[in-house]
């Protein structure tokens, strides 16, 4: 490779090396910051346990014991309304229909509504909350207070269907509850539109009487406050150091739209918490164990760091419906502890940005990578090598710098991602021309070769996707209000790039392609080349590899089988990180095969092929790192689980073809002397 021998080059390969440095350097910062983070809290529905007290021939304080023995660490309290305050005894509820007789015809109104104090222990004070509520989210013409019967009685005009379910706020008396319990409160505010200062202060009114709020978790469509008070509401949580938590999207990219959340996690300096909060109707459609290991690889995988608990709709077996939801909740629990997470109050990643000097030269690094890349791909540009690489790094320099901007962080990484897969084959390809006129190896030394060429990739790439992992590495990333963007496109484009760098190495149609003129005429005969069934067997298959491929990857893929979810499971018990199937299992082991494609002279569509797959496994390891949300070391350890893995592989199709080929020649032989 002409290339390579230039002094270009080196200098790029140089720029390269320090990048990685620097890259590896944040990466390990990262790594810290991600490792003192590993408290998950465990939070689960107060009104849920209230409820099921009253139907499962037990009390509220066994229920309490029972989930907090399962891990429960927090109870999730959300606004109360008028019905729920009647169905729990708290107070009395009269239309004015049902209280007129000719005692008090002249007070009561019979299309009004009367509120008076319940028989339960805490109604005094339930009731004087109540009071507060109304008075603040009721016009003052609409609303009295009044003695009926010797009893303090709230008169209230409304609509009596729409009244009864009116959110009125965080109540005092179920954080007492909970508190008393033992555990520490998750308060769901609603938003009110137009809401004024008033609401806004009652409701941190009621977080400092408490002092036991772990985090605020927001109902609807709206940040609280949002949008009239909302800045007054972010200062005051801010002030107290309150987290506002988030709940992942269902296709576990960004978060649960809520208007103005986005802006408010920015302003407390991303004083944020993960949520997974998987969907009641999801939840019923899966054994326990399942949900249990679903929750466990959110909290490993996604640094979810609070788990919102659903409850199944029917018991399993002989438990109750409680001990069933129990059951589930304490295997999450089990597991996350053996993993080396702790339970308690949910963890919040540092205020972490890496040295502004470091990841500028971790950005140069990159920027020289897709240089090189480039080179192999056009290798008429390497005369403008430093032109490119001068003007690509002051634009990204001055709009990372002096205009704060994420786009050219993201666009180094993108194409770093691209880039190290390309940059690793083509090397291998190189490797394979000079060995294309050695003589055949017997399968152990191509097994031994195999397996040194595969670790040597691997660990290339793993050591490329530094930058990816370097660029992203600030708490913006980890905890995702900023992505990796992209994904698709390191699929696809090393795939492009591997295979312009291949015609040029290897000759396809008795040539290889060194101009454009020779590239039209390439895929003028391409184009011409007759289709006949067994071609259109074999594109067909290509065609479904390339969707299980493309399609299967990224959140929001093509569906996966039982068997290879079961498969997934057994790996993900026994390993800390499940290794990618891409990899271990396609990518690989198509190092061997190109190899055995090169000294046993196969057709060379086939060895082309098998450098596609050996691109779709380096690829892999990259990509994995382009999840920030995942921790450092977990794609780390991942990574190396698919090389262990890969090995593995590469021993059993040896096995194979070894076995594929006596036989093969066995019925050749047995025929030949017929």
Known sequence: MNFVEKSAFKILSFFVIIGILAAALISFQRYTVENNAKTVEMVYDYKNIIERASVENTSTDDLFR?????????????????????????????????????????????????????????????????????????????????????????DVKANYSQFIHLPLGIFKTDLDSVKKAGFMAVIRPLNVPHMSKEIAEQLIETIDYSQNISAVLFQGKQAFGYKDQLSYFTNELKKRNIPVALIEAQNQLGFERQDGILNMAKDTNYNIIRVYAMPKDELIKITPDEAESRFYISDIERNIRMNLFPSYKFPNKEKTLSETNAYYISGVRDRLLEHGFNIGKASVFDFYFPNIVLRSIALLGAISLCVITSIFVLPKIRKFWFILELLIFIIFEALYVIKGSVIPLQIAALGSACSVPVVIVTLFIQYCLNIKEKKEKNWFKLFTESLIILWISGILSLLG??????????????????????????????????????????????????????????????????????????????????????????????????????????????????????????????????????????????????????????????????????????????????????????????????????????????????
């Open 465 to 674: 996707a530094l930058f990816v992992s370097g660029l992203l590495g600030d708490v913006r990333f980890l905890v995702e209000m900023q992505i990796f963007r992209g994904v698709k496109l390191t699929f696809i484009l090393p795939i492009i790039l591997i295979s312009i760098i291949y015609i040029q190495k290897f000759p396809f149609f008795g040539k290889t392609i060194t101009n454009t003129d020779e590239f039209t005429e390439f895929l003028k005969k391409f184009c011409n080349v007759p289709i006949k069934l067994g071609i259109l067997g074999v594109l067909m298959l290509l065609a479904l590899a390339a969707y299980m491929f493309i399609g299967r990857s990224g959140n929001n893929g093509a569906p996966v089988s039982n068997i290879e979810i079961q498969f997934r499971r057994l790996l993900e018990n026994l390993l800390y990180a499940r290794p990618r199937q891409k990899e271990f299992m396609f990518g690989h082991p198509a190092v061997l095969l190109a190899l055995a494609a090169v000294y046993r002279k196969w057709p060379q569509v086939l060895h082309y092929l098998f450098i596609v797959a050996v691109t779709i496994g380096q690829g892999s390891i990259v990509e994995t790192f382009a999840h920030m949300r995942s921790p450092y070391i977990l794609s780390l350890i991942r990574g190396l689980n698919g090389l262990l893995f890969g090995s593995l592989s590469i021993f059993i199709i040896s096995i194979l073809l070894i076995f594929l080929i006596q036989i093969t020649k066995f019925f050749g032989e047995k025929y030949a002397n017929k």
């Open 66 to 154: 029972l989930y907090k023995n399962s891990g429960i660490t927090s109870l999730a309290v959300y606004e109360e309304t008028v019905e729920n305050l009647q169905n729990n005894g708290k107070i009395f509820v009269y239309k004015g229909s049902q209280l007129i007789n000719p005692d008090n015809d002249n007070v009561i109104e019979s299309n009004h509504i009367y509120l008076q104090q319940g028989t339960s222990e805490d109604s005094q004070s339930v009731f004087e909350d109540l009071k507060k509520s109304l008075k603040l989210r009721i016009p003052s013409e609409n609303i009295k207070i009044i003695n009926l019967n010797n009893k303090i009685t709230i």
